[in-house]
């Protein structure tokens, strides 16, 4: 296409950018409700009476305060910002294989797989569930792993919600103060952990249901509105199908039989991850707040049932960002208001102070920057898009050309180290521009109102996020190291206290973390990376745990150093890769012998394609991840046949039998083919009319509908040979079951999880006044039992003798 023609072009294109700042209504938007969520947490610490109070709120939750509170951790910036660049790269398709683990999840969400269990030990924490199955030592060395592993992963969260927040302001790096230079990152995340934080120590687990829960009846609605603005200024027809129609063959974004040449996220890391963790993982990460709040372990089962519901929304919403980015940043629509925005973008990125570039450097690329011009796809004309090929690559390649040319004046070893030098830093500069490109475009695109509604949603998801993480890992290593390695038991104030400052010791490690820490990859690979060091080989010991009379400390000990040492292994290639490994490899003239190793090795397994690369490991984050908690998986139960000489009393941990102390109503009724079908779905004695209806509800909507229906029914259709069906009709099937069906739900659900919500929260006031306080119950632990219910199962075991 001639220049001509794409000014001719551009010219008759209207904008969609309004380019406008936060102005003071928008500022009154987000002050007010922060600062009413803010009050709230300060008026949660006359609730708190001891430590049972502080850790588990009481254990006087409802369902509806559970699963609204966690709308709001569900939706964070870096979960907004990671699962943007899933959907960012792989469109619609692979959500359609995504249906093949609905089964799955319905039965554990039903059934309240782990979760039911684990409520049922009382542990307040992991720990102390550790300590009561296999041993001190064990709980203790576990609780640090786990509490290293979760600080260094999220330490990453408020460095990316601050850049976001500097992006989508426009806010400069620095402002003075005082006549003070202050770094404007640096103050952002400084103040947004300040909050975070004050209101852990404000009522700890108690400060934050109530605090989420409040921002989960803001959010949830918020999120509808900008489903509803996205889909009113961007229309399906005329601009967003054929932008998802435009892929070469292999990365359909619509046809999910074509999706075979798609890497890092597709089927494996996409569907067959989630099925495998979902099942070994479930467990993983409970133990901290919200998983021992609930009233009974029915609440808690019925909490996470409620869960799934809400999902709809989120999943759209995420998806529908996704696919508004796709258009802005591809349609020949918008490719003027595209230039300004990667322009933009790539400007800011300039002065990111965590990016090695010298200052003269960042002045070469300003130029190549300023030179770029609007790029006109024409659909149907140009050739189709791709993953390596596309209008974001066409962009940044003049961006990576002047990065491997080096540094100006600097003497480099050889041509190779220049190169990986700047291989290094195009990697990072990369992941600025996916990651920061939501950012830059809502700031262009939304008007006054819409700023400050976007802007509170950041903020509440941010600060119910940031407590939550943080919250997760000093309560892991204050419960589970701290207080067992204390000599005397330690008083209510002293626990609480201890609690605290943990929670600020993290907050700090959080902050300086994330000043020093410099984030290579996507975010979800990362994560997985670094969370495996904990997730390698804690699956098998906890799902065994709760499930197996079997397992043993030995079997625990192998699974989980197994796990770690392997994943820091896989941490230290995937970190080093572009500035040691691969020029290692290169000087010695490895790359090729090893690459073809590697694909040799990757050839039989199915959607995993281990290629040479010399910006980034062949082996990703999730596959890493995936084969080294196989290893332990097996490890854990050949050590357990090998070394257990005594069956486990699951039934005294679990509270069940004559050690049922409070008398709950727990299911005993045998498997028959009557109530097989009732059984199956988690149908248990505890269930009221109103439980039932709910579970069979999501059990037709989840397996029957969106199962059956809208999976199966179609893919047998287009297996038929003939009969497959046309890119236009997959349009009109996503539309309807990723956009209509879950608006409709939403719209339900918002009303319904609003009341029930403010319901609850009330009955929980009432309940925290009148609740019996046992002082015993901290979490410590006594002979594999709860101290708190020591003396009771004593009692129970005497009378049997």
């Not at 609730?47 to 502080?54: I, M, T």
């Not at 020949?332 to 570039?357: C, S, V, Y």
């Not at 700031?443 to 903020?459: A, D, I, Q, S």
């Not at 745990?545 to 192998?558: D, E, K, M, P």
Request: aromatic content about 14%; glycine content about 6%; some cysteine.
């Amino acid at each position: 296409m001639s220049f001509m023609n794409s000014a001719m072009l551009l010219a008759d294109t209207a904008t969609r950018f309004t380019n406008v700042s936060m102005s003071w209504i928008d500022w009154l938007i987000v002050l007010i409700p922060v600062s009413f969520v803010y009050y709230m947490g300060i008026r949660s610490r006359r609730y708190v009476r001891s430590v049972a109070d502080f850790l588990s709120a009481g254990r006087v939750c409802g369902r509806y305060v559970i699963n609204v509170g966690d709308i709001a951790n569900a939706l964070s910036i870096i979960g907004l910002v990671s699962m943007l660049e899933v959907n960012y790269k792989s469109g619609f398709a692979i959500t359609f294989w995504s249906s093949m683990i609905i089964p799955l999840s319905v039965f554990l969400s039903l059934t309240g797989f782990c979760s039911y269990r684990f409520r049922e030990t009382k542990a307040m924490s992991l720990g102390q569930f550790l300590e009561m199955r296999y041993s001190r030592k064990f709980r203790i060395f576990a609780a640090t792993l786990r509490t290293l592993s979760e600080v260094i992963a999220n330490s990453i969260m408020p460095a990316i919600a601050a850049r976001f927040f500097i992006f989508f302001l426009d806010w400069p790096r620095y402002i003075d103060i005082f006549g003070f230079k202050v770094s404007t990152f640096m103050l952002i995340m400084a103040v947004c952990l300040f909050i975070a934080i004050s209101i852990i120590c404000f009522g700890g687990t108690l400060a934050l249901i109530i605090t989420d829960s409040i921002q989960g009846m803001l959010i949830y609605p918020l999120m509808a509105v900008f489903v509803i603005y996205v889909l009113i200024n961007f229309d399906w027809t005329t601009e967003i199908v054929p932008v998802m129609q435009d892929r070469v063959k292999g990365q359909s974004f619509l046809n999910p039989f074509d999706i075979n040449e798609l890497r890092d996220f597709n089927l494996f890391s996409l569907l067959l991850i989630p099925i495998f963790n979902s099942i070994i993982h479930r467990a993983s990460w409970i133990g901290a707040g919200y998983s021992t709040a609930a009233k009974t372990p029915h609440e808690s089962k019925m909490g996470g049932l409620l869960g799934s519901w809400r999902n709809a929304l989120n999943t759209m919403m995420y998806v529908l960002f996704a696919i508004m980015l796709i258009t802005l940043f591809n349609h020949k629509n918008f490719a003027g208001d595209a230039n300004i925005a990667r322009k933009e973008l790539a400007t800011k990125i300039n002065t990111e102070p965590m990016l090695n570039i010298s200052d003269d450097m960042r002045s070469r690329l300003d130029k190549v920057i300023a030179r770029q011009q609007p790029i006109v796809h024409e659909i149907g004309k140009d050739a189709p898009l791709s993953s390596d090929n596309n209008l974001d690559t066409k962009f940044l390649e003049p961006v990576k050309q002047e990065l491997l040319k080096g540094e100006t004046g600097k003497a480099y070893v050889d041509e190779e180290a220049r190169k990986a030098e700047g291989n290094a830093n195009f990697q990072q500069y990369r992941t600025y521009f996916h990651q920061l490109k939501f950012a830059i475009a809502m700031k262009e695109m939304l008007p006054v109102g819409m700023m400050g509604l976007f802007f509170l949603m950041l903020v509440m998801a941010m600060i119910s996020t940031d407590d939550t993480r943080i919250y997760s890992a000093s309560l892991t290593f204050t419960q589970d190291v701290i207080v067992p390695l204390c000599k005397k038991p330690l008083t209510m104030k002293q626990h609480v206290l201890a609690l605290r400052i943990s929670s600020i010791a993290v907050g700090v490690i959080f902050f300086f973390a994330s000043i020093f820490m410099a984030q290579l990859n996507y975010i979800n690979l990362f994560v997985t990376i670094i969370c495996s060091m904990w997730l390698g080989g804690c699956g098998p010991v906890m799902l065994f745990g709760l499930y197996s009379r079997v397992g043993t400390t030995i079997a625990a000990w192998t699974s989980l150093l197994t796990g770690m040492f392997l994943s820091l292994v896989a941490i230290g290639i995937d970190r080093n890769w572009a500035d040691h490994i691969y020029p290692f490899l290169e000087r010695r003239g490895w790359t090729e012998g090893v690459g073809i190793v590697l694909e040799k090795i990757s050839d039989p397994l199915p959607w995993i394609e281990w290629k040479m690369n010399a910006q980034r490991c062949p082996i990703n984050g999730y596959e890493f991840s995936f084969f080294i908690t196989l290893l332990t998986l097996f490890l854990y139960i050949i050590v357990s046949y090998a070394t257990c000489k005594e069956p486990f009393n699951l039934d005294r941990m679990l509270h069940r039998g004559k050690y049922n102390l409070d008398g709950e109503n727990k299911d005993t009724e045998k498997l028959t083919f009557k109530n097989a079908l009732r059984k199956l779905i988690g149908i248990t004695p505890e269930y009221t009319k109103g439980d039932k209806a709910i579970a069979w509800g999501f059990f037709i909507y989840s397996f029957v509908y969106q199962f059956g229906i809208i999976f199966l029914l179609v893919l047998i259709w287009n297996c038929i040979p003939g009969c497959a069906w046309p890119i236009e009709w997959w349009s009109k099937y996503f539309f309807i079951v990723q956009l209509v069906v879950p608006g409709i739900l939403a719209a339900a659900t918002t009303l319904w999880f609003g009341y029930g919500g403010i319901k609850d929260l009330i009955q929980l006031f009432r309940d925290l006044e009148t609740r019996t306080v046992n002082h015993l119950d901290n979490g410590t632990v006594d002979g594999h039992v709860s101290l708190a219910d020591k003396a009771e199962l004593e009692a129970v075991e005497k009378n049997e003798q």
